[in-house]
């Protein structure tokens, strides 16, 4: 999404889209954003078709809704703001749910490839599985701000003879105040964007005392 039309789903918002729908001609949007009708027009067509709005009726007359995914974008925002006129600049902290992964953490923490560099990189010996933890859209939406602030480590791509294993972003972490581990971003993911992985020294449902559905608090910092 590009400033102009963020700016656009901004003034959408503060005139009340986020709430229902509201009515609304693209003149009237172009007057909000100091643009022209043309523009704003358009502005409308790109935040629909990139799902961020509903819109019915006709350009001169016409009914707009901000989409979960637009609010997702919105809130996105806030947090970027926020992160910038914060004093905690090298941290974020936020809580999810426990769930069941579908059981490849094991097999992926255990090759050397990516372990020995765990090891090296990022100071401890990884159990051979992941955490996984899924986040509401305010949670995810500050982690994906937060982590625009942060430095992350990689974890290399590696080659076997028998498949490449992509590179992983690496962000050193904290569970629930007490045990050090690595939040984990593969470049490329087959999880839902608002999944997270965690990975760590021990095994974190043992030694957390936790079960599935469970609130796990993280701080993830650089």
Do not use: C, W
């Not at 069941?100 to 051979?128: A, C, D």
């Amino acid at each position: 999404m590009d400033q102009e039309d963020l700016f656009s789903l901004v003034a959408l918002a503060r005139k009340g889209a986020m709430d229902g729908h509201i009515y609304i001609t693209s003149n009237e949007l172009a007057k909000m954003i100091d643009t022209s009708q043309q523009t704003a027009n358009r502005r409308l067509q790109e935040l629909e078709k990139s799902g961020y709005i509903i819109r019915t009726g006709t350009s001169r007359r016409q009914q707009v809704l901000i989409t979960d995914e637009g609010k997702l974008k919105l809130k996105e925002l806030f947090f970027t703001l926020y992160n910038i006129f914060s004093e905690e600049k090298n941290e974020i902290t936020f809580i999810g749910k426990l769930i069941t992964g579908m059981g490849e953490g094991k097999y992926y923490i255990s090759r050397p490839g990516y372990r020995n560099q765990i090891i090296n990189k990022l100071g401890f010996v990884p159990y051979p599985g992941t955490f996984n933890i899924v986040l509401d859209d305010e949670n995810h939406a500050k982690l994906q701000a937060g982590l625009k602030k942060l430095v992350h480590v990689k974890i290399d791509a590696f080659q076997t003879e028998d498949r490449t294993f992509g590179a992983v972003k690496a962000y050193k972490a904290e569970i629930e105040n007490s045990i050090e581990g690595a939040l984990i971003m593969p470049y490329r993911t087959h999880h839902k964007k608002n999944i997270i992985e965690i990975i760590a020294p021990t095994f974190l449902r043992k030694d957390l005392n936790i079960k599935e559905g469970d609130n796990v608090k993280m701080t993830v910092y650089g």
